[in-house]
């Protein structure tokens, strides 16, 4: 994984004294809470409805032990001993006292860590398939990429201050692990006719109140090409995005009102006038960021007499290992899957004691490196297949072996109105009643493939529209009520999904759920997932099934 340089070390050092300043500050009563409110957003501090929340930036959601290590110690410390992880690889921090802020960015940078672009309208922390040098499918280590425009994009004076926050993903497969067509710009690795790789560029995609796919603008752009066609892009959005809008001001809205030939257009004329030898990346940087991507894998068997064993002799970690463990390009190895999706408890938290225990086998069994997805979930990325059972024995033993996968109880859900002073629901309560009530594993391995997703806001931080069953929290007149949505998809085959109907009360939600479970097994054909028989019948079916007792 990529470490520091002097640079690096110096600026982020620079940037916590100068918070530390602004903090005394604002403890001293001599700048104001609205004085105050920008300096702490571009330090990834929010104010929340019972605290601050820190928000710490995972690029491209890489760790290793040492970083997983202080972010427990951070949490047992100065918080109430955990954390949760969201759809953008951060973590954060939901009862965090002010005047302790300064110092977590101080640990945070004794472990190469920070805060800075979590927040404000600038380039956010950057994103990328959490499956990135691990396997076969991928044309490029996709992490190399995402640390270039890291390292251009932090703080770029051009782009600091933008009409609104701008998101960035990354993936080198054919398998859209990041979600790249949910994005302000989605990067998709292509090989060209000649051989030379490049990338497909998407751009205007983002949910919220006006929820939009990419669009892409190039087919190809070769990699040497990234950065200066990116600043093309930011400088266009700059000049014509809108500012006098908070709703209208993303670059979503800007490509829908130009339409996307026209805006390709102006981005190919700016890019056109660009000075490229300054922007893009040098071989020499470009080889210097490679090498911090470059595992050493061990000579192995592709197959391990010790994984057959155990599968044969355990029924639980045989289907942890159906679930949770996927191949790997090295043989020998595999990648491991670690759920903090137990159900009943919330989605995406992980308590200090299961951080350390998640990076001491990472340090012992997967090449001291982990990944964060945009699922909530956590990976080890390079499992020797041998070890396999020892890792599953640890991660039940800490509750983090749930065999649930991309099932029904694997719900992404957002904080909601239990933290977020934008929620006009709670989002937490609806998950852990919808994962309990399908908890039999068996019951949710014959279900099979189903994303829910559920925002507690139309701000969609829980990726609502793109669940295969989406769920939003709306208020109506003081009382939560749930919009469902059907057939969304974050992946390759992106889609948004359809309205089912009326809003349902928060006690009707789960039996809904079900409702529509027995529509889908009842309807399915030839071992198809929850989204391609939606796909096939519509949405009646579905419909009449849930607001039966309505008519």
Known sequence: ???????????????????????????????????????????????????????????????????????????????????HFTT????????????????????????????????????????ADPYAGATADELDDPRVWAEAIRQWSTLHPEFSFLPRKFKIAVTAAAKDRAATKIYDIGLA?????????????????GLGRTPYLGSTIREFLPTRHLLSYLEAILRVYNRYGRRDNIW???IKVLVASLGAEEFGRQVEAEWAKADHERTDLPDTELARIRAEFT????????RSEALERAKAGDAAFARFLRHNVHPHKAPGYALVDVSLKTPGLTPG????????????????????????????????????????????????????????????????????????????????????????RFADPVRAEQVGELKIKISGCINACGHHHVGHIG??????KGEEFYQLTLGGSGEEDASLGQMLGPALPADKVTDAIEQMVEVYLR??????????????????????????DAH
């Open 1 to 83: 994984m990529y470490r520091y340089d002097n640079i690096d070390k110096a600026f982020v050092a620079d940037r916590t004294a100068e918070f530390r300043e602004q903090v005394e500050r604002r403890l001293a009563g001599e700048i104001t809470e609205d004085q105050f409110k920008p300096i702490r957003l571009l330090n990834g501090l929010y104010l929340q409805l019972h605290a601050y929340m820190l928000r710490i930036a995972i690029p491209y959601g890489t760790l290793n032990a040492a970083k997983l290590r202080k972010l427990a110690w951070i949490a047992k410390t100065y918080d109430q001993g955990y954390g």
């Open 88 to 127: 953008r690889t951060n973590l954060q921090l939901h009862w965090i006292k002010l005047r302790d802020a300064p110092q977590i960015l101080e640990h945070l940078a004794e472990v190469e860590m920070h805060s800075m672009q979590t927040s404000g309208n600038t380039i956010r922390n950057v994103t």
């Open 189 to 205: 690795m292509r090989r060209g006719r000649n051989g030379e790789l490049g990338f497909e560029v998407m751009v205007g995609g």
């Open 248 to 250: 209208k001001a993303r």
């Open 295 to 302: 595992p050493q894998f061990e000579t192995l068997s592709p």
């Open 349 to 436: 938290d992980i308590t200090s004691e299961q951080m350390n225990v998640v990076a001491d086998l990472a340090e012992r069994f997967s090449l001291d490196e982990l990944r964060v997805n945009y699922n909530q979930n956590l990976i080890l990325p390079h499992v020797k297949l041998d070890d396999v059972p020892a890792v599953h024995a640890a991660l039940a033993a800490a509750g983090l072996a749930t065999p649930n996968m991309d099932l029904i109880s694997d719900i992404i859900a957002c904080p909601g109105l239990d933290y977020c002073a934008l929620a006009n629901a709670r989002a937490i309560p609806i998950a852990q009643h919808i994962a309990e």
């Open 471 to 476: 769920i939003l929290g709306v208020d109506k």
């Open 523 to 548: 309807e399915r054909k030839d071992g198809e997932r929850f989204l391609d028989t939606f796909r096939r019948t519509g949405v009646t079916p579905f419909k009449e099934a849930v607001y039966a």
